[in-house]
């Protein structure tokens, strides 16, 4: 079964442009590295919950949307091995400055899953 990485991150919507330009950048190295996949989407329909919700999760401002992505891999070994490879990428170094990222890292909510089902 594959291996997923996802992540949700609040994102500025003065920003969207710049994180696009980021996310394809970042998508383009992990694919050369070997990812399988590479998904950058924004919030449509996330409202928030009585209890949780996307928006709740990175604790949303006025003036945000929500960021949800993920990386495909062949297997959680695939993935550590190309994650490796991506965070010694010089390339991606140069996107790496906090005070140039296009959203608060702080509060980016991130792991790795293992795939349970797949149709």
Known sequence: MPYVDGFVLPLPLKNVAAYRTMARKAGKLWKEHGALAYFECIGDDVKPGKLTS??????????????????????????NRI???????PRLAKMMNPKDMP???????YGGFKVMLEL
């Open 54 to 79: 996307f928006p709740q999760s990175v604790k949303l401002k006025p003036g945000e949307t929500v960021v949800f992505s993920w990386i495909v891999y062949k297997s959680r070994a695939e993935r």
């Open 83 to 89: 994650n490796k490879k991506v965070m010694a990428d």
């Open 103 to 109: 959203f608060d890292a702080k509060r980016m909510i």
